[in-house]
């Protein structure tokens, strides 16, 4: 049997030990996997020391290196990040509806694990304590598959939360690493219906885009984000400039961030040109339409291609539109549906824009930079579902969990 | 433009001016479908007539030829079938979250449309309808892939739907009918992201698998059913003889009926063979282990492919086990985690069972063949869930929605 099937059995073995915990348990697991990598830091310091150097004889860029560069600090942010899910919450058990039939069957439905999660990920390290603190607290096991490029690191961090967990009612087995660094690996884990529950992608597109098109598991999406602002003709120009700089260069890289800023016509006769200065001293480059040319002369001129790009970088597209319907319009045929924002004193411009923009999270007046599950309150975050089955937006520990129907009966038959 | 990529845009298209519409600006159009529908039953019945023919004429069996045919009364039951959605509560605008975030952030979820769903189903006309008035009710539009067999029924069905639409406010390219017969038509849905945001099978296990394994779109799976009952030490012989003669024989070809019946050793030493007399005089062969075949010497011998097998007949297997334990760990083998019932006196057991035993629905003492929307009291059902995503178990309109975090803000940026 393949280390990837294996594996998953015994995962899927860990299940039913693990939905009857009391949330007590669990978070005195989590806090033991917490305090055992910090007391074992050293070892997990060496052992990506093993992958740094593997990476650097490899090529590997800095900025790749110093994602999955582990030392003490960072060590203890992430057992500190088990302890913040240790004070979360914890969603198995809740009562979402209870009711009673005609014929007297009592029915309630109750959250519960989802059962046996995959995880396939790149090479930072902390996702892989991030994921099983994320998944035990909700009663889930976890199958992990990270980056070949964290082998070392990932192994010996498993290997010491099993040693932990061996001391409390977590069975190890709920934890499970596949060491396999094959792509092969990777496909039978999409593949793996019946012993898989869910499988989560958190990556880049590429990653991302390989299980949407080849898991037959279903699958959580995550991440890609063409975020837009609109700035309408009676948007407060003080305000807009600061939500527009604020959603491009506050963090460029990550998905909400804003790749397209629509003008109204009016607003960019007025405040165009001086907003695009203020971009220019940020360092972001322009990209716009006819009309921005005009105004901006030292934009590059935007192609449908440009409007269709996660730029994650210092790039901004500019089109100048001639009214709402036109934002909306653009917004429809480019938008990723992760967060779109209106900046505008007309409420009647602003409840349009929320009601008819197809998205997971639609602001007036606020930076699209807020779509994040520790911003909206959340405590933890999953990820950021962009697709609508499910959950969609920011996800908290509920969209780790599943729902049963538990039904108590006297003799009813069906007539 | 293929067929299918052009009828899935003209529903994306739809979607925005569906999800604005008031319940009341729904219901009316879906009371002028279902007028339609009875006023012109005659055309419906002569396009019916012509599927018939051409059944009858490629040996089409009689039992499928009668789930076909539609007649006046027919007509009206799915044409009252419409009606009752019509009196279902719209999930549509429901406020789901509302919370305040400490920088004056006000965030709202609300649920909101799926969008464009994708029905693949098999011969019934009846499935049409049905499938045009939930994705209605909830926003939706449809695009329509049901299979050959029934296609001269399905173009005038939806021809006269589309001509009622027409005066009522809902745009007629909500409802896509894909006429294309050939079986790339179903291939090619199953890979439209980013124009289908689900795809819902409905119909036997080929087509549900079919689906299941090569969608890349989102789906929700519906439908297999390896239900179990199992008879503990102490069930109420009357209890138990009433709940598995129910779960078996009530409609043996529906997916909560029972297929494999657990006895414990003292309960089938007591009753056993009494029970299997009952089951014998309803027709049903009976498939057993060995200790079964040692008290009913009529029962064939049960592999474990039988106990692997949906049979949706009269066929039954019988596995007497020695506790509830090893009646557990059978359900966890072969469970396709749909319904599963325990008849006891002993609370103890009920609680355990109802903890450990992971499905959509779990009894004590009634039978599986509750599980099911009308039952449960929905007043409609899409379809059983078998997955864990999205749904579980019995899918009301809920089920046919997705969320959206409307976020107001006065200006705020993220530090």
Known sequence: MSEVRQKAQLAGKACSALSGLTTAQKNEALLAAANALVVNNE????ANQEDLDRGRSNGTNESLLDRLALNEQRIQGIAEGLRQIVSLPDPIGELLETFERPNGLHIVKRRVPLGVIGMIYEARPNV??????????????????????????????????????????????????????????????????????????????????????????????????ICHTYLDATADA???????????????????????????????????????????EANVELRGCEQTRALVDWAKPATDEDYATEYNDYILNVKIVKDLDEALA???????????????????????FLQEVDAAAVYHNASTRFTDGFEFGFGAEIGISTQKLHARGPMGLPALTSTKYIIHGNGQIRG
């Not at 219906?193 to 699958?219: E, K, W």
């Not at 480019?334 to 967060?339: C, E, G, L």
């Open 128 to 225: 892989t304590v991030d994921a099983i603190g994320l998944c035990l607290k909700t009663g889930n096991a976890v199958v992990l598959r990270g980056g070949s490029a964290a082998i070392a690191s990932n192994r010996k961090i498993v290997e010491i939360i099993h040693e932990a967990l061996d001391s409390t009612s977590i069975p190890r087995d709920a934890v499970q690493l596949i060491e396999d660094s094959n792509r092969s690996s990777v496909d039978e884990m999409l593949k793996l219906n019946g012993l898989l529950d869910v499988v989560i992608p958190r990556g880049g597109s590429s990653l991302i885009q390989n299980v949407v098109n080849n898991a037959t598991v279903p699958v959580i999406e995550t991440g890609a984000g």
């Open 238 to 280: 003080v305000m807009a400039t600061d939500i527009t700089l604020n959603a491009k260069v506050q963090r460029p890289s990550v998905c909400n961030s804003m790749e397209t800023m629509l003008v109204h016509q009016d607003f960019a006769a007025a405040h165009l040109s001086a907003l695009a200065q203020r971009f220019s």
């Open 43 to 46: 070892a997990i310091i060496a």
């Open 330 to 352: 653009h917004i429809a045929r480019f938008s990723t549906k992760h967060s779109e924002c209106i900046v505008t004193e007309d409420l009647h411009h602003a409840e349009r």
